[in-house]
Nanobody, 126 residues
Framework: QVQLQESGPGLVKPSQTLVLTCTVS??????????WSWIRQPPGKGLEWMGA???????YYNPPLKKRASISRDTSKNQFTLQLTSVTPEDTAVYYC??????????????????WGQGTQVIVSS
């Protein structure tokens, strides 16, 4: 059974770059045909899909975040990473990584993804 684990800083200052890593175990991020996503949930709000990287390395982004977000992977470590530049307090959220068998660009149900990390809290504050 595949397991995902997010890691990164819990506190980031405004204007800095947030870097989060998702480490995958029990399965390879190059296994066809899975999509590996970053999703976040700000306080009191719903789940927001941020972007995904596919088994082949193709990347998709939520358009409002495209200018600031970058997703990459390290297949040797079975990890994928989110970089979010120029963060503001509005980027405060619990950040999740998740896997799905297809591209899910709008999260209507957690069940659309077959595996989730436990989530990591990120606070943007000076």
């Amino acid at each position: 059974q595949v397991q995902l684990q997010e890691s990164g800083p819990g506190l980031v200052k405004p204007s800095q770059t947030l870097v989060l890593t998702c480490t995958v175990s029990g399965g390879s991020i190059t296994t066809s045909t899975y999509y590996w996503s970053w999703i976040r949930q700000p306080p009191g709000k719903g789940l927001e899909w941020m972007g995904a990287i596919t088994w082949s390395g193709s990347v998709y982004y939520n358009p409002p975040l495209k200018k600031r977000a970058s997703i990459s992977r390290d297949t040797s470590k079975n990890q994928f990473t989110l970089q979010l530049t120029s963060v503001t307090p509005e980027d405060t959220a619990v950040y999740y990584c998740a896997r799905a068998p297809k591209l899910i660009a709008r999260v209507t149900s957690k069940a659309d993804f077959d595996s989730w990390g436990q989530g990591t809290q990120v606070i943007v504050s000076s």
